[in-house]
Nanobody
């Protein structure tokens, strides 16, 4: 089974940018669709976006469209979440997840999860 480790979180001012990385090990990374989720304090974990096995297709929820970009480098076994124009409401723990479904829009569509990385956006 694949194992996932996120990195790149931190504190940033509103309007700033961060790039999260999710490094995979174990089962061939290219076999999985990869999703990003986030969970703010006191809220349910929510889907942010996903990228297909090949990297040829992506999907985003409306509240991040035009601001967030997901990409992957299968040679490096890594998926990225580039976050621009960050807002205080983007503050959350961000998780990457691996699944065999395209397009997986819910947590149940993903089989393996990383431990999460904290993103805090100050106003």
């Amino acid at each position: 089974q694949v194992r996932l480790v996120e990195s790149g979180g931190g504190l940033v001012q509103a309007g700033g940018s961060l790039r999260l990385s999710c490094a995979a090990s174990g089962r061939p990374f290219s076999e999985y669709a990869m999703g990003w989720f986030r969970q703010a304090p006191g809220k349910e974990r929510e889907f942010v976006g996903a990228i297909k096995w090949s990297g040829t297709a992506t999907y985003y929820v409306d509240f991040v469209k035009g601001r967030f970009t997901i990409s992957r480098d299968n040679a490096k076994n890594t998926v990225y979440l580039q976050m621009n124009s960050l807002k205080p409401e983007d503050t959350a723990v961000y998780y990457c997840a691996a699944g065999e479904i395209w397009i997986g829009l819910t947590q149940r569509d993903y089989d393996v999860w990383g431990q999460g990385t904290q993103v805090t956006v100050s106003s």
